[in-house]
Antibody, heavy 121, light 106 residues
Framework: QVTLRESGPALVKPTQALTLTCTFSGFSLSTSGMGVSWIRQPPGKALEWLAL???????YYSASLKTRLTISKDTSKNQVVLTMTNMDPVDTATYYC?????????????WGQGTLVTVSS | SYVLTQPPSVSVSPGQTASITCSGD??????ACWYQQKPGQSPVLVIY???KRPSRIPERFSGSNSGNTATLTISGTQAMDEADYYCQAWDSSTGVFGGGTKLTVL
């Protein structure tokens, strides 16, 4: 059974950095064809893909947010961490991590429940 | 940057066929996925690689992709299918989502 769970602060102040952790089970990032992505959704708005890390430690980022994002993994702990710097109120959103199946065509086949992050002073 | 465009809303009567479109430049040369999101819930994959359906997704969900348009089709739409639907594709190793379509079953 594949599960993912996001954790991190619910509230961050403007200009601070946000660090989110995705803890997963039921699969391993050491397995070929596996990756984990971060995706966010501002309240009432659309989904936005942020970053992907795969088994080979290859990292891919949203072009518009690339300078602010860092994704990393700890395979032994089954965790993926996303850091976003210089947070702004417009970054208020529910942040999801999702298993990314990279075997053939990339797709997000399992999602966490999401964690709401509010950016406010 | 690559843009995927969806109609904001689609309405369908129960038992009828709903079609939700997703447009992007030469989208047919890429692969499209579709995600269903009900209020307060995480998205769920319903179609990947244009036409493939995860085993847990009902057969009434199908997809196609050609030219500049991908289409999600729901045959025999049920009240439980009322949700937001997002198309998604990859462009230059970057994930892109459409703006979402609210499907109303009335």
């Amino acid at each position: 059974q594949v599960t993912l769970r996001e954790s991190g602060p619910a509230l961050v102040k403007p200009t601070q950095a946000l660090t989110l952790t995705c803890t997963f089970s039921g699969f391993s990032l050491s397995t070929s064809g596996m990756g984990v992505s971060w995706i966010r959704q501002p309240p009432g708005k659309a989904l936005e893909w942020l970053a992907l890390i795969d088994r080979d430690d290859d990292k891919y980022y949203s072009a518009s947010l690339k300078t602010r994002l860092t994704i990393s993994k700890d395979t032994s702990k089954n965790q993926v961490v996303l850091t976003m710097t210089n947070m702004d109120p417009v970054d208020t959103a529910t942040y999801y991590c999702a298993r990314t199946n990279t075997v053939t065509v990339y797709h997000f086949d399992y999602w966490g429940q999401g964690t709401l992050v509010t950016v406010s002073s | 940057s690559y843009v995927l465009t969806q109609p904001p809303s689609v309405s369908v009567s129960p038992g009828q066929t709903a079609s939700i479109t997703c447009s992007g430049d030469k989208l047919g040369d890429k692969y499209a996925c579709w995600y269903q999101q009900k209020p307060g819930q995480s998205p769920v994959l319903v179609i990947y690689q244009d036409t493939k359906r995860p085993s847990r997704i009902p057969e009434r969900f199908s997809g196609s992709n050609s030219g500049n348009t991908a289409t999600l089709t729901i045959s025999g739409t049920q009240a439980m299918d009322e949700a937001d639907y997002y198309c998604q594709a990859w462009d230059s190793s970057t994930g892109v989502f459409g703006g979402g379509t609210k499907l109303t079953v009335l």
